[in-house]
């Protein structure tokens, strides 16, 4: 485990960011500085694809990976689960849990990356990862890290921005070909898996935020059936 989730942070207690992160110093600090730009990046309010896909479920334990200031984890923890929050930049988990400790909600934070915290392996209920900027490796680390934190019976909800073409990476500097996307973990997955949801689909978006131009959603759900 890692010393986030080993220490057990009290409920909504802000993280401490000096020397528990685990992860690439260098990812940390990219996401650090581009939190630190703003007094707040998103818009707040949790996105609208795990609201379509998790209102209906029954409450367990969720991981939500990339977590940024918390409104996805705020919005699972008011409607009853047992959430587990994880992101790199200690900017971010510092008004996420801000933000909690004002609601008097429970999170637990965990200040790493996917890959390198060491996650307690098929256990959550549910996964979510909305736009996790999560980095490419050969061995598809990230992509097989999603899809071991499942349990039995859960579901990984994995969103991510449609049209995320070359063209435009080109254009703004930003390769898409560095990141995972809802494809790489699809074709990964055996006959332990089903494919609930694998579409792209118009983004219910939440007013503002830095995200607001995209439009649309790739959207896969898939259920670990043992
Ligand atoms: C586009 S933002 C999305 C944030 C949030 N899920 C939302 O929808 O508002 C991507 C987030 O992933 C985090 N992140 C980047 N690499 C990560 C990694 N390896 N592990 C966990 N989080 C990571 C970033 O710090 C950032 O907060």
């Known amino acids: 485990m890692t010393d986030a989730i080993a220490a057990g942070f009290p409920a909504s207690e802000v993280p401490s960011t000096a020397d528990r992160y685990v992860g690439d110093p260098d990812v940390r600090a990219e996401w650090d500085q581009r939190y630190a730009d703003r007094q707040q ?94 980095l490419r490796t050969p061995d598809a680390e990230a992509e097989r890290a999603l899809l071991a934190a499942v349990a039995p019976g859960g579901l990984l909800l994995l969103v991510h921005h449609a049209g995320m073409d070359s063209a435009n990476a080109h254009d703004s500097g930003f390769d898409p070909a560095d990141y995972v996307w809802p494809s790489m973990v699809a074709q990964l997955l055996d006959g332990d898996w089903e494919v609930e949801v694998d579409e792209q689909r118009p983004r219910v978006a939440p007013d503002g935020g830095a995200g607001a131009h995209h439009t649309d959603d790739l959207v896969l759900r898939v259920r670990r059936l043992r």
Do not use: I, K, M
């Open 41 to 134: 990046l998103w818009s707040g309010r949790p996105n609208g694809a795990l609201v379509a896909e998790a209102a209906g479920l029954t409450p367990g334990r969720v991981l939500d990976v990339g977590c940024g200031e918390g409104a996805d984890a705020l919005w699972l923890a008011r409607r009853g689960w047992d959430v587990t929050a994880l992101e790199v930049s200690g900017v971010a988990l510092e008004r996420a849990a801000g933000h909690a400790r004002d609601a008097g909600l429970t999170v637990r934070w965990v200040h790493a990356s996917l890959t390198a915290a060491a996650l307690p392996q098929a256990s959550f209920d549910l996964v979510s990862a909305q736009y996790p900027a999560l």
